[in-house]
């Protein structure tokens, strides 16, 4: 199945971080060729507002919203043309809009850093990257009406143990119906061998989301929130193939590069090489 490109230069931040060039970067080092994939061009996703909205804690709530309804849009227009949309950030904020487009019953892996389980008041900044999977899962500001993803639907891996007390505090709000494969049990039970086990353990739809945080920062350093203890570059293709060569898999996003802390373009280039080594039949 082809992939459809599709940029969401979403910054939950509304300061117009790097996360916003991302999705310009990764083209520019060639995803779309390496992957054979087609353009589907620009959804209207951007934050420009960095005031936290009252009611719900997050900054920029009716910009995040209409983005996620465009998200939204976006991917069901790809998935009906019989494609599978490859979603380029901006942050973790642009899952909301894919699961709000996706058909209940859809699986989530989600490799990242972190879990973004922070909701509104507590969120040291109120960013939507900090709590789109407590809002997902209907633990976080009910944007929606509904929650998007079952719980246990969800797995979470590659993430690092807690360092701090705030990092402890969302550890604890984590739904337990969530299954967590953390980067040291990951590293300990092998990436691809963990990797097969996700991607056979049932045939739900599954959409794939890479946070490249997930990876070491010595490995990749373009990142806001970098967080030591992750994957190399190795690690991360040998636990992406088997995930993205599941005939489950509908689609993939990736965020978070900050392509201002990348100037001369080579961490972009070392993820596509990533991507293309991952996603190419
Ligand atoms: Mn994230």
């Not at 972190?114 to 922070?118: A, E, G, L, Q, S």
């Given at each position: 199945m082809r992939w459809t490109v599709l940029d969401a230069p979403l910054d939950s931040s509304g300061r117009g971080r790097g996360e916003e060039r991302g999705a310009r970067a990764l083209r520019a080092a060639g995803l779309l060729r390496r992957l054979g994939a087609r353009d589907g061009g620009e959804v209207p996703a951007r934050i420009d507002d960095p005031r936290r909205d009252p009611a719900t804690g997050l900054i920029g709530a009716d910009q995040v919203r209409a983005a996620s309804r465009a998200i939204a849009d976006a991917v069901r227009a790809v998935r009906s043309g019989g494609d599978r949309p490859l979603l380029l950030g901006g942050d973790c904020t642009i899952l909301l809009g894919v699961f709000l487009g996706l058909p209940a019953g859809t699986t989530l892996w989600f490799l990242d850093g972190?879990?973004?389980?922070?909701d509104g008041s507590t969120s040291a900044t109120g960013e939507g990257a900090d709590m789109e999977l407590s809002v997902l899962t209907g633990h976080g500001p009910d944007l929606f009406g509904r929650a998007l993803v079952d719980p246990a639907l969800v797995r979470v891996i590659g993430h690092r143990p807690p360092r701090d007390d705030e990092a402890r505090r969302e550890a604890d709000r984590?739904?337990?119906r969530i299954d967590q494969v953390p980067a040291a049990l990951l590293r300990r039970r092998g990436f691809a061998a963990v990797a097969r086990e996700l991607a056979t353990e049932d045939d739900t739809p599954a959409w794939l989301h890479l946070d490249v945080d997930v990876l070491d920062p010595g490995a990749l350093p373009a990142v806001t929130y970098p967080e030591p203890g992750g994957p190399d570059g190795d690690e991360l293709l040998a636990l992406l193939g088997p995930l993205a060569s599941a005939d489950r898999l509908i689609g993939m996003s990736v965020a978070d590069l900050d392509a201002d802390a990348d100037p001369d373009g080579r961490h972009a280039r070392r993820l596509v090489e990533l991507l293309a080594a991952a996603l190419s039949p």
């Open positions: 972190h879990v973004d389980f922070f984590v739904d337990p």
